[in-house]
């Protein structure tokens, strides 16, 4: 067993204080395996001694000074007290992004969720609003140093190092998956060159300067990176000269999914590192592969994470599927206490390569409940057509899903790009063939196929949106065809 009191002093931190204390003089040696071994690599029982320790302190900091949480653990019966073990945070309500929209705009613009003073703040950030009324973030200084400390580790764990020159291409906003890999890389020591994304043209620059600045490692999202290749061979460049390493990436399930992961490593022949949880629980990296990309390990001694029933929100078994629910451990401002994310994933607690004793999601963030489709009763994820597709030679590197209704029925339509060099009418025949039959067998469902060359849809600057559903189009024709 470790010793509880080195493992509560360890090395570049003070764990005998809440909330931490950290040295952000210390880095490890660029040969180390681990930021902070004593606890990556400690026996769970030990850990889990710390974690508690940490969750006990949080509850108590959002119980005194959340009206929000106060009055959502006492209409469910539980308070500080009820906290006796790590178990006893499954009998906490969950809460749900929906529930903080309603608070924010009952108390603009941060809601009852704060818990420093106004004057505290020093950073706001928020969610783009695309599915309802913005989030708004409000992160004081201290807890600000505390998420570049965290990031810096989980970076580090994927192979990041000071000697590294990291791209960032994604957007300087709201968005704060972006400033989270700033922070945690220039906390690492490492060289920043913050790109970014979203005005056009920006991605054909962003290859001139690549070749220029030669980075080795890039940061956005999955879908950008295969369109920043793509950009790159427009201009004749192959992406594979450019030199990177590494590719840590988050914002959509790509880089989970094994058949866009290995896409993109034979595409740039660096290492795809698979991140990110929600942009609430900044530090967002804690769901974060290592440079053995076995899936995203948890880092519980920062975010404490459970996998739970979709529905009652109980934590499953390990191996089973589930929906994770995040709490922070560390965070003063604005904590997210047992934050429902709807995500799809599965978790294991068995060794990893490196040494670290966390749980993992092997196959990473595949899909959110509510992202599922039904056509003819059955559940229909876009990453599983993802997956199939770009499993597939031949396809050219983009996709469209619509579903539309005729005559009371469900259709699927699948608009994939086939590569044209070379093609004749029988070839694409039969990939055209080869795709249904396979997506066909992935989904269960006999989907309307339509090839269509390559560069033909729409590219994203940013997450990728490919499911149209028309089918409320049409309840809504029919409804005015049975009430004229």
């Given at each position: ?404 209704r005729q005559d009371s029925m469900d259709e699927l339509l699948i608009r994939a790009e086939y590569v044209p060099a070379g093609s004749s009418h029988d070839s694409i025949d039969a990939l055209k063939t080869i795709m249904w039959e396979k997506i066909r067998a992935r989904l269960g469902v006999r989907p309307i196929l339509e090839l269509v060359p ?31």
């Open positions: 067993m470790i010793d509880l009191q080195r493992l509560r002093t360890a090395r570049g931190v003070d764990l005998t204080v809440w909330p931490p204390r950290y040295d952000r003089k210390f880095l490890p040696s660029a040969e180390e395996e681990h930021w902070l071994p004593e606890l990556e690599c400690a026996d769970e029982a030990d850990r889990d001694e710390i974690i508690f320790g940490k969750l006990k302190n949080q509850i108590r900091h959002a119980w005194e000074r959340s009206t929000f949480y106060r009055r959502r653990w006492q209409e469910a019966g539980v308070s500080p007290d009820t906290l006796r073990s790590l178990d006893d945070l499954a009998r906490f309500p969950v809460i749900q992004k929906s529930e903080m929209r309603i608070a924010q705009e009952a108390n603009p613009p941060f809601g009852d969720l704060l818990c420093i003073e106004v004057e505290e703040i020093s950073r706001i950030h928020g969610t783009s609003g695309t599915t309802g009324r913005p989030v708004v973030f409000g992160i004081g200084r201290d807890d600000w140093d505390r998420i570049s400390n965290a990031h810096a580790r989980i970076m580090w764990a994927a192979g990041i190092r000071p000697q590294d020159r990291i791209i960032i291409c994604s957007f300087f906003s709201l968005y704060i998956g972006s400033w989270g890999a700033l922070i945690g890389a220039e906390r690492l020591g490492a060289a920043m060159f913050p790109f970014g994304a979203g005005v056009p043209g920006q991605t054909a620059r962003a290859v001139e300067w690549a070749l220029t600045v030669r980075p080795t490692a890039f940061y956005g999202t999955p879908s950008y990176a295969l369109r920043f290749a793509e950009a790159a061979r427009e201009q004749g460049v192959n992406p594979l000269d450019i030199g990177l390493r590494c590719l840590f990436l988050s914002g959509e399930p790509g880089a989970g999914i094994p058949s866009t992961k290995r896409l993109i490593e034979e595409t740039f022949g660096g290492a795809c590192i698979d991140m990110g949880s929600m942009a609430e629980m900044t530090p967002w990296m804690t769901n974060g592969e290592c440079r053995h990309r076995t899936g995203m390990h948890l880092w519980q001694d920062i975010v404490y994470a459970q996998v739970c029933d979709p529905d009652t929100y109980k934590p499953v078994p390990f191996g089973a599927e589930g929906t994770p629910v995040y709490t922070h451990l560390e965070r003063t401002s604005q904590p997210m206490i047992r934050l429902a994310s709807n995500d799809r994933a599965r978790w294991i607690n068995v060794p990893c390569p490196c040494g670290r004793t966390y749980p993992r999601l092997p196959d990473g963030i595949y899909g959110r409940y509510d992202d599922v489709f039904i056509i003819r009763g059955k559940n229909i994820y876009p990453s599983a057509i993802e997956d199939t597709l770009r499993g597939i030679e031949g396809f050219g590197g983009e996709f469209q899903v619509i579903i539309s390559q560069g033909s849809l729409p590219r994203t600057e940013f997450k990728a949106r490919r499911v149209i559903d028309d089918r409320d189009v049409y309840r809504t024709s029919m409804g005015k065809l049975n009430n004229p």
